[in-house]
């Protein structure tokens, strides 16, 4: 059993966000640079290891809904505004739920805005684990425009799964704007299938959103439960 996984199963929670994102670079799977911050005098290190504008958010097994929780200040320009958020942060937290444990607060680079996906994983009663992929926004949450396959995948059912969601020709490109890497997406489900199949503790993830550009993907949410 992987350590991670071990070490969240034998304290009855799921993977921290910061867990989550280090299972997912182990797999090749991009995510922002991060850290996590422990105390207000970790703030000094961002602008060495991250350099701004980040994104803060709070890591809490017994916070699921971050934003909810008034958990996560975006935008963030400097140090003297990261220690505001980091105050907020824990303020509203408290608030919020009095009794949650807190491990930190995560501090990732603000990535440019692009085109949003999602990719998802859960397990199902008759054929196991199976994965979705779809456009992030209105298009998963109201058009369900979501495309579905039993894991494991191989290449050409990535492929599918890309081309047969409705919305693929945004993908391609539309009105003047660059096609998106599709191969970095077949990537990412292909890994994602192997990170299932070789750790079969996991019920659940949910990558959302994934940025697309041009070249490459940033994994910016993860959330892995056991």
């Known amino acids: 059993m992987h350590r991670l996984i071990e070490k969240a199963k034998g304290e009855h929670r799921p993977l921290l966000e910061t867990e989550a994102k280090e299972l997912l670079e182990e797999y090749g799977i991009t995510v922002p640079a991060f850290r996590l911050i422990k105390s207000e005098q970790d703030i000094k290190e961002?602008?060495?290891?991250?350099?701004?504008?980040?994104?803060?958010?709070?890591?809490?097994?017994?916070?699921?809904?971050?934003?909810?929780?008034?958990?996560?200040?975006?935008?963030?320009?400097?140090?003297e505004h990261a220690r505001k958020a980091y105050q907020d942060i824990l303020s509203k937290v408290k608030e919020y739920n009095n009794k949650a444990q807190i491990n930190g607060i995560i501090t990732y680079q603000m990535c440019p805005a692009s085109t949003e996906v999602i990719i998802g994983m859960m397990q199902d009663p008759h054929f196991g684990p199976v994965i979705m992929f779809g456009l992030g926004g209105i298009f998963v949450e109201v058009l369900k425009d979501i495309s579905f396959r039993i894991l494991p995948i191989k290449e050409r059912d990535a492929e599918e799964m890309i081309s047969e969601i409705k919305g693929y020709s945004i993908l391609k490109g539309v009105r003047g704007e660059p096609p998106k890497d599709l191969s970095a997406i077949k990537e990412v489900l292909i890994r994602l299938s192997t990170l299932v199949m070789e750790n079969p503790e996991i019920q659940e993830i949910d990558l959302n959103p994934i940025l697309v550009y041009e070249k490459g993907v940033q994994v910016v949410d993860a959330r892995i439960i056991l």
């Open 46 to 79: 961002i602008n060495e290891f991250l350099g701004y504008p980040v994104v803060m958010k709070i890591v809490s097994p017994d916070i699921i809904h971050k934003s909810e929780a008034g958990g996560v200040k975006i935008g963030i320009p400097d140090e």
